[in-house]
């Protein structure tokens, strides 16, 4: 598995990591039935590699009348058409990665 992360960094330049997660008894694919806890044995460590790595999420969730809406943005297509009528409320979500930054680095091709 060391391989690949080896390639990536002395071709691209770029640090990779393949951690080993599963049982050793397991081999490549484990037991369907240990899948689960394998994620979540592994989701704080990952969580902490994804969020250094850059990925700082912001939410955002508003609601809003219809008229308020459509005073800022175009009218959605198909919205005369939804099943049950026209509605009155909306319900935006907008998901940004406030983590990321322009890299002042070289492109690698």
Do not use: C
């Not at 640090?15 to 490549?28: C, K, L, R």
């Not at 009218?75 to 099943?83: Q, S």
């Amino acid at each position: 598995t060391g391989e690949s992360d080896d390639w990536m960094y002395s071709k691209r330049h770029i640090i990779s990591m393949s951690p080993e997660v599963g049982p050793e008894y397991g081999g490549f694919w484990p037991p369907s039935s240990e899948i689960a806890g394998i994620d979540s044995r592994n989701f704080v460590r990952t969580s902490y590699v994804v969020l250094k790595a850059g990925m700082e999420l912001k939410v955002e969730a508003v609601r809003q009348s219809l008229g308020e809406f459509l005073q800022r943005e175009s009218r959605p297509p198909g919205l005369e058409n939804l099943a049950g009528g026209m509605p009155d409320k909306l319900f935006r979500l907008r998901i940004d990665n406030l983590g990321l930054s322009p890299s002042s680095g070289q492109v690698l091709r």
